[in-house]
């Protein structure tokens, strides 16, 4: 069997910002003539990762898939590409009944982006139910902790890309949406029961999506292993319980759930893996599966049947033809994010004649204080906070990804709770809802699920409109 057979099975990781150097252009030119897969594109300008990208397509044997984590837009990884709101957001903010037009405005902004640059396997939607609010790493990425909104949302995404020419990756099965750890540090456990987290994956598998994620993920108390290297999540449950009949790719293969297990990349291709993302090294990945073929320990069966469905992804992908990329409004892609915004609670009434002062905390940027400042002629981080300036409006930043801030300190919670329980103010969240939990003597409590600068100017604006949407949680924050 041609070493071509074994790398092309193995998906590495493209650094779009090194491609300034020689070098690295060089090793991935030669990833590509031996048989590379693909890649999985993170970080770059958009020019200058496009016109490789269709270089690497041009010298390739067969077409490469490059894929992408892009479930907030081509703009999540590469440099002046757009950014839409989170899958949350999405949920929070347009209903498939009322709103699918607008919906399609926004996922074809994303499509249009992917085909113009050259990703052809978008690494979404998330088809994780986060039923768990202390979740690192999920959260907003999700549409909502009900299965059924999941279920609906995923499959309105799957065929609108699947139709227009992107293959699509449901993540990250068999549901991450009830752990409490990101499997980029340690293996989380999956609590309680699975059947409301299969539920999008079911769905998904019927509504033809291409490739489904798996996570790495402790599924079964009594076998402490990733359900990327298990068998029976992986062939049992997903391939024959399911019949999902698409391409099986394996999260990134870099993570620390991982690191603990002997020969990860054998043990995921035997488990029913069709595709490895994102090894640490390509050719230790190659080299680990040639040696276990050369010994027996994984036999031409499973690597003929993990490259028919290679394979046949490649082949919907040959059909995939450039498009002219259209940007759209400021104003327009302002109004996205706008309706996202999601008031749980206004007990303040009329707004515009309140004097309000903007307190924030978290992991804001200088660049979001001053929008504050612009906007209310004064702003200061919570550590500054003065009483009797003016009714306190608390915003508080959070982030969800690996190493990124997803909550707030003891500290920052017990001093707004004593703000809020004196006086008369507003709570605002942007990222993760969950926070506002702790601060229901607020007299406003809004949710906005990011914490961008796009994300901001879209609650100004809707303060200045006086708290008016018509946008609702897709999760429950308050104990009933």
Known sequence: MSNSSFLGLIIARFDGDKLIYSDY????????????GGFIVFGGDYETVKEFIFYLQSIAKNPLIIASDIEKGVGQQIRGATIIPCQMGIAAGFSLIHNKQELERIYSVVVNEAKDIGINLALMPVLDVNTEPRNPIICTRAFSDDPEVVSDYGKFVIKFFESNGVATCGKHFPGHGSTCEDSHLTLPRVCGDLKPHIKPFQEATVAGISSIMVGHLSVFSSILKPATLSKKVITTMLKNKLGFNGVVVSDAMSMKAVFNFNNPYVMALKAGVDLILHPEDPYIALEEIKKAYRDGIINDKRIKQANERVDKLRERLK???NVIRQPIPFKAYLEFFKKTVTVLKNEIGDLTSLKFVPYLTGAYTSQIMQLFSDYFGLAFDLKEY???LGIPLMTIFTEIG???RY????????KIKDITSIEKSVVVSFGNPY?????????????????NELAVLSFLEVFKEGLKTTARCPVKIFKE
């Open 25 to 36: 252009r060089k090793y991935i030119e030669k990833l590509t003539y031996e048989g590379i």
């Open 319 to 321: 059909g995939n033809k």
């Open 386 to 388: 003065k009483a009797g």
């Open 402 to 404: 690996f190493g990124k």
């Open 407 to 414: 909550f707030i300190t003891d500290e920052e919670i017990r």
């Open 435 to 451: 926070v506002v939990a702790h601060f229901s003597n607020a007299k406003a409590i809004v949710l906005v699920y990011d914490s």
